[in-house]
């Protein structure tokens, strides 16, 4: 797999990581659009959430979405050695297989991502930037990907 191009994974990064949990509040209600099927898995204390609007002002959820941004984060940061981030992703992929989510449903937040950095960007969202996002992206769904494969 080629490695992505450095330089403009981290300038785009710059703007995204100002206001994390607002980035990705829009992340994760444009993928509650797209796979609603995804709401019911988010449950603290066994309450499930009537509306995606419900689950995103919870502050479980919040801190759910902290989490998220702080491993695209991590990712970035580690852009030019991700094989150093192999078992971590494994482990994070055997967590999410073990409440449920499917893999196939990381090719969703991976399209709700691109859209996050599209709003948060605009027109320096070039298809450059976006070409070295989805090849992060898919080298990070790769390595989570461990986790469902059971090794």
């Not at 309450?47 to 702080?70: A, G, N, T, W, Y």
């Not at 695209?72 to 030019?80: F, H, K, L, P, S």
């Not at 991502?113 to 948060?120: G, I, N």
């Amino acid at each position: 797999m080629e490695r992505p191009e450095p330089e403009l994974i981290r300038q785009s990064w710059r703007a995204v990581s100002r206001s994390p949990l607002e980035h990705g509040t829009v992340l994760f209600a444009r993928l509650f659009d797209l796979e609603p099927d995804l709401l019911p898995l988010f449950q603290y204390n066994c309450r499930q959430f009537s509306s995606p609007e419900d689950c995103l002002s919870s502050p479980e959820f919040l801190d759910h979405i902290r989490k998220v941004m702080l491993v695209i984060d991590t990712a970035v940061t580690n852009v030019e050695d991700l094989s150093s981030l192999e078992e971590y992703l494994a482990g994070l992929g055997k967590k999410h297989r073990a409440v449920g989510v499917k893999l196939s449903s990381f090719s969703t937040v991976g399209e709700s991502l691109l859209y996050m950095l599209e709003k948060c960007l605009g027109p320096a969202f070039t298809p450059a930037v976006r070409a070295a996002w989805s090849q992060l992206y898919g080298a990070v769904v790769q390595a989570m990907s461990r986790g469902w494969d059971g090794e």
